[in-house]
């Protein structure tokens, strides 16, 4: 593989891996999922509500992403949504779907 192969290759695991975690925060949402260091750590800071949900929705794709890419290592799209939905689904604990 060329070099341009290679990195339209890493772009689309990570970008399929991204996906899956995306997914998981859209099925169960903000208030679903209880995940509490980043919101704890955010909390410190004077941010607004929006502001702070918009933290936590990019701190949670960026964590659950490089978790599962390092621990599943995902060769294709399929893995990497599963991976990001799983990986990430183990870390944060799920509440109640939101309907």
């Known amino acids: 593989m060329d070099s341009k192969s290679l990195v339209i290759f890493w772009l689309m695991r990570v970008g399929a891996t ?4 995306l997914l998981l ?3 169960w949402g903000r208030g679903g999922l209880k995940y509490y ?3 704890d750590i955010m909390r410190t800071f004077n941010l607004s ?3 702070r949900s918009q933290l936590e929705l990019l701190l949670f794709v960026i964590i659950g992403t490089a ?3 390092i621990f599943a290592d995902p060769q294709t799209a399929r893995q990497g ?3 990001g939905m799983g ?3 183990m870390l944060a604990r799920p509440g109640k779907a939101q309907q």
């Not at 991204?18 to 975690?21: C, I, T």
């Open 87 to 89: 990986w990430t689904g």
């Open 81 to 83: 949504i599963a991976a």
């Open 25 to 27: 925060y859209c099925r």
């Open 67 to 69: 978790v599962a890419i």
């Open 49 to 51: 509500e929006n502001t």
């Open 18 to 21: 991204a996906m899956g975690v």
């Open 37 to 39: 260091v980043p919101r």
